[in-house]
Nanobody, 128 residues
């Protein structure tokens, strides 16, 4: 199974920025959907943003649209999440996810079961 390595979490004040990175050790499929989910204690795990490899179609949760940007480095199997204008409610554990042999669809943000591969998670804390 593909291993995912996340980095970039941390603490920031509201209005600040953070950038998350996630690298897949290798892709075993010619097309992949990769991105980020997050989970706050007491809440369901929710999709944040996803992007296709090798195409570049991407999708965002409404709650982060216009503030977060997902991007990728095809050569290094890496996906990034640039988070700007962070809000206290963005505080969460962010998980990198991968669905091999699949393009991305917007509806996939609402179905975590579609993603077979998960990273260990990285904490993002936004304070007032």
């Amino acid at each position: 199974q593909v291993q995912l390595q996340e980095s970039g979490g941390g603490s920031v004040q509201a209005g600040g920025s953070l950038r998350l990175s996630c690298t897949a050790a290798k892709f075993t499929a010619p097309k992949n959907c990769m991105g980020w989910f997050r989970q706050t204690p007491g809440k369901e795990r929710e999709g944040v943003a996803i992007i296709e490899f090798p195409n570049s179609d991407d999708y965002y949760a409404e709650s982060v649209e216009g503030r977060f940007t997902i991007s990728k480095d095809d050569a290094n199997n890496t996906v990034y999440l640039q988070m700007n204008n962070l809000k206290v409610e963005d505080t969460s554990v962010y998980y990198c996810v991968l669905r091999p042999y699949s393009w991305c669809l917007n509806s996939m943000l609402r179905n975590r079961a579609l993603f077979a591969v998960w990273g260990e998670g990285t904490q993002v804390t936004v304070s007032k």
